[in-house]
């Protein structure tokens, strides 16, 4: 078996780290992961630094012959260099209104809703916020109800949505979509009136390119 061509910087549970694995799986693609320890505050440290001067995951570097080998950083332009360099499947429609509407909706999820209850944010407001653990909990709950709702309007109204969140083949926004919704669960946070969202994920699910990115299937996760 040959190395993989990939050197991926990731923790277990975060959703960012989920829609990269998520990709690498569709496209067959390898990486050979590195753990960055949130919890321990590695990506704080030095050598992380180095990497991603956000101390942010995921970075991805591509160790193919020939090619620069610095890290490439969000996620979201992580999915969309996979698509330049390995076409098939394709993760954006080839028509640019499609194109334009996938980005659209996956930016509400990965920039809108996700930033918002990372682990520097929760360490934010807990350390200089006030915040205690039931007001954490509130926040998180509702960022992902509004992200969410709003998510879920789109998909129910406009004619574009099908089996997928566009069309019927699985794009950007199905692996935001479903980043969102596997770290919900982690956290035990429900949405309501989402029958949308949830149809489309338990398809997802039914994917193995995103069973095999479950995080409770990723080294360093907690024993079920």
Request: hydrophobic fraction near 45%; charged fraction near 20%; include cysteine.
């Amino acid at each position: 078996m040959t190395d993989p061509r990939f050197e991926l910087f990731a923790f277990w549970r975060t959703s960012a780290t989920y829609r990269v694995r998520v990709a690498l799986n569709l496209k067959g693609l390898a990486a050979r992961e590195r753990l960055i320890n949130l919890d321990a505050g590695e990506q704080r440290g030095e050598a992380f630094l180095r990497v991603n001067p956000l101390g942010a995951i995921p970075a991805l570097v591509d160790l193919a012959e020939g090619q620069p080998h610095l890290p490439l950083t969000q996620s979201l332009a992580i999915l969309e260099f996979l698509d330049d360099i390995h076409a098939a499947p394709p993760l954006l429609p080839a028509d640019p209104h499609g194109r334009a509407r996938v980005r659209s909706l996956a930016a509400m999820l990965a920039a809108d809703t996700h930033p918002l209850i990372t682990a520097r944010i929760k360490g934010y407001l807990t350390t200089k916020g006030g915040f205690d653990d039931a007001a954490w909990r509130a926040w998180q709950s509702h960022w992902f109800t509004t992200g969410l709702q709003a998510f879920e309007q789109r998909l129910a109204t406009e004619p574009a949505t099908g089996a997928y969140c566009h069309g019927d083949a699985i794009t950007t926004a199905d692996i935001c979509l479903a980043s969102i919704i596997v770290v919900m669960r982690i956290f035990k946070i429900d949405v309501p009136d989402i029958p949308t969202i949830e149809r489309i994920f338990a398809l997802c699910e039914t994917h193995e390119a995103f069973a095999r990115a479950e995080p409770g299937r990723q080294v360093g996760a907690p024993a079920a």
